[in-house]
């Protein structure tokens, strides 16, 4: 089955400090992996795919196929990088299918 | 990259009445998607919206209940038809080319009487 899993609901931290969060998959193909974000009162954008494998606003994450997850790593946390986050899947149709979402809050 | 504007933002509906959601994107997208957002939920796809043809449903959501229309590369619309409370829920509008990024609507809140 495919499925994307993000076990945690919230996720709280002060400024400053280092931020995972996590993401395992469940897929058959060869995955294609997001993480999207949606900051308050704003629409879900795309904050970074696996395949670009490039670090925005400071966030990276890394394909692991033998652990089936795709975990979303920041070494210092910032205050506006309070959201909810996404990871997702994308299925061979090229649509997605999505986590349940965590909500990382950052602390002053 | 791509712009979608869905409206209307929000609607407050009457049971057993049906509301049309329209998508407009500002360029040309092979891939529209059709995603519901149940309160405290994640991103539920509903539907592919597949230009000129009928629409592809997610196993639990069906053609009578969800119509979808998309008649050109920049439009679409989604309708929920015979309303229920259990249908109050943020619907989103997507679109993108296909292995490319997905770009999504601000959304729809409905809420149903």
């Known amino acids: 089955a495919q499925r994307v899993t993000q076990p945690e609901k919230l996720l709280s931290v002060f400024k400053g400090a280092p931020v995972e969060l996590k993401c395992n998959y469940s897929?058959?193909?060869?995955?294609?992996l997001f993480w999207y974000v949606q900051y308050s009162r704003q629409r879900l954008q795309l904050l970074l795919r696996h395949i670009s494998r490039e670090s925005i606003k400071g966030f990276t994450a890394d394909l692991n196929k033998g652990e089936t997850s795709f975990h979303l790593k920041k070494p210092f946390a910032q205050e506006e990088d309070s959201a909810m986050y996404y990871c997702?899947?994308?299925?061979?149709?090229?649509?997605?299918?999505f986590g349940k979402g965590t909500k990382l809050s950052v602390k002053p | 990259s791509a712009v979608i504007s869905q409206k209307p933002s929000r609607d407050i509906c009457q049971r057993g009445t049906s509301l049309t959601i329209q998508c407009q994107v500002d360029s040309q997208v092979t891939m529209m998607f059709w995603y519901r957002q149940q309160p405290g939920q994640s991103l539920t796809l509903i539907a592919t919206?597949?230009?000129?043809?009928?629409?592809?449903?997610e196993s639990g959501f069906v053609i009578d209940k969800f119509p979808i229309s998309r008649p050109n590369l920049t439009f679409s619309t989604l309708t929920v038809s015979n309303m229920s409370p259990e249908d109050s829920s943020i619907y989103l509008c997507?679109?993108?080319?296909?292995?490319?990024?997905?770009?999504f609507g601000s959304g729809t809140q409905l809420s149903v009487l």
């Open positions: 997702a899947l994308s299925r061979s149709q090229g649509n997605l299918i």
């Open positions: 997507s679109g993108g080319q296909y292995n490319e990024k997905l770009f």
């Open positions: 897929y058959s193909g060869s995955p294609e």
């Open positions: 919206a597949n230009q000129g043809s009928e629409a592809t449903y």
